[in-house]
């Protein structure tokens, strides 16, 4: 009897349904899709090809990756959904497609985006300050796309409503290979059903 093969390591990851005002965020969508197919890896994401959402789809097909995409109905439309991806679920809330996109997920990215991807990554941050889960998140930016986001937090912190160790739950690096490699390292082994409880 032969052993199945282990399930690849897993990245979900949060950024706009708009290309943005610069081409590096482009750019740096079909690098990291690149990045994540080249090694074996799977893409959770939130199933639409248009914007960065579909560039990093796009580019993780083209390298091999596998790709699973999570999308509600009343969206299909609108971010019109993937139909080349390994699995599109389609589901009938937001809440849904977020908790399903964190199950299939070893680790998060936050690339730049709008309020979508600021809520999916302030959810899964909270989400791992409450331990329901330990997987690790990253920030991926470029234009400095993070750096007025990230002061606000240390403000926040300076005036005691976060603290030290919060922040040290967001991942950063000055590449994307050095920060797929962080989030390898840090990865959990958590339950398959350490979500039920959100």
């Keep these: 009897m032969s052993t ?13 349904s708009r290309p943005g005002a610069h081409p590096a965020y ?12 080249q090694r074996g890896w799977q893409l959770v994401y939130g199933g639409g090809r248009a914007g960065l959402m579909g560039a990093v789809a796009d580019a993780t097909l083209a390298a091999g990756g596998r790709v699973v995409g999570v999308i509600p109905e009343s969206l299909m439309r609108l971010e019109v959904g993937h139909a080349g991806l390994h699995e599109l679920h389609v589901v009938q809330t937001m809440h849904q497609r977020k908790q399903l996109m964190a199950e299939r997920a070893d680790a998060f990215i936050a690339m730049p985006g709008g309020i979508g991807t600021f809520e999916e990554l302030f959810e899964v941050w909270t989400w791992r300050n409450l331990r329901y889960h330990d997987c690790p998140i990253g920030l991926l930016g470029a234009e400095d796309y993070w750096n007025p986001l990230l002061a606000f937090l240390r403000h926040a912190v300076t005036e ?11 991942s950063q690096a000055g590449d994307i290979d050095s920060l797929l490699d962080r989030l390898l390292a840090q990865r959990s082994h958590r339950g398959d059903d350490t979500l039920e409880r959100i």
């Design 4 to 16: 199945p093969s282990p399930a690849p390591f897993s990245v979900c990851v949060y950024c706009g």
């Design 26 to 37: 482009l750019a740096l969508a079909q690098a990291l899709g690149q990045a994540i197919g």
């Design 160 to 170: 005691g409503f976060m603290d030290d160790g919060q922040m040290a739950m967001l």
